[in-house]
C-alpha cells in the first residue's frame, strides 16, 4: 500500500479487530447513498432497500474481505454495484420464466396519474432513459452524475481502464441524448 489508508478505511480495519461502534459509524455515513445508488440503479425502492441491506449484511459478516488497497468507499460503491447488477440479471431470468410478472412489477403507479407535475414527469422520463441503459453503462452513470465519482474511481469499483470507462460514460450519455430528445423537444 502506497499511501496511507483513509478515515473510513480506518475505521474499516477498526471493525475487523472487532471494533462494532467503527461499523456503525460506516453504517451511518453510507447507508443513504448505498439506498440512493440502488435505487437510482434498478428504480426500484423496495429493492434498493433490500440491496442496501444486502450490502451492509455481508459487510459485516465478511470484514476480512476488505483490504486498504483503494479507498474505502471504492470498495463499498463495488460491492453495491456488484449486488445491483446481480439482482438486474435474476429479475432479467425471472421475467423470461414469468413475463406477465415482471410486466406488472416494473408499472410506476405514479407515473400514470393525470394530474402528475411536470418535474415528476421529468423524473420518471429520465428514470425510464437510465434503465434502458446496458448494466455497465447504468452503473457508470449513477456513480458519476449521482455519487460524484471521478472516472478513476468508477474505473477501480468496475475493474476497467479510465479510457474505458470514458468510452462507455460517452456511450451512455449518447443513448441518453436521443432517447431523451423526444421529450425535450416537447417541453420547448
Known amino acids: 500500500m502506497s499511501q496511507p489508508p483513509d478515515a473510513d478505511a480506518q475505521l474499516m480495519l477498526a471493525f475487523q479487530k472487532g471494533d462494532e461502534s467503527a461499523f456503525a459509524v ?8 448505498v439506498l440512493n445508488t440502488a435505487y437510482r440503479f434498478l428504480n ?65 403507479p405514479a407515473a400514470t396519474q393525470a394530474d402528475q407535475v ?17 448494466e455497465k453503462q447504468r452503473i457508470a452513470v449513477v456513480l458519476q452524475r449521482y455519487e460524484g465519482l471521478s472516472y478513476k474511481q468508477i474505473a477501480e469499483i468496475l475493474g ?16 441518453l441524448r436521443v432517447s431523451l430528445s423526444a421529450y425535450i423537444d416537447c417541453m420547448r
Do not use: G
Request: aromatic share 8%.
Open 160 to 175: 476497467m481502464s479510465r479510457p474505458a470507462i470514458e468510452s462507455l460514460l460517452f456511450r451512455a450519455k449518447q443513448t
Open 44 to 108: 426500484d425502492a423496495n429493492l434498493a432497500q433490500d440491496i442496501a441491506q444486502e450490502v451492509f449484511v455481508k459487510i459485516y459478516m465478511s470484514p476480512k474481505t476488505y483490504h486498504p488497497d483503494a479507498a474505502f468507499s471504492t470498495w463499498l460503491y463495488r460491492i453495491t454495484a456488484n449486488a445491483c447488477i446481480d439482482t438486474l440479471r435474476r429479475r432479467k431470468r425471472l421475467a423470461a420464466v414469468l413475463p406477465e410478472a415482471a410486466a406488472q412489477s416494473a408499472l410506476d
Open 26 to 33: 460506516l453504517f451511518e455515513r453510507y447507508r443513504t447513498r
Open 118 to 134: 411536470e418535474a415528476r414527469e421529468l423524473e420518471r422520463v429520465v428514470r425510464a432513459a437510465l434503465a434502458s441503459l446496458p
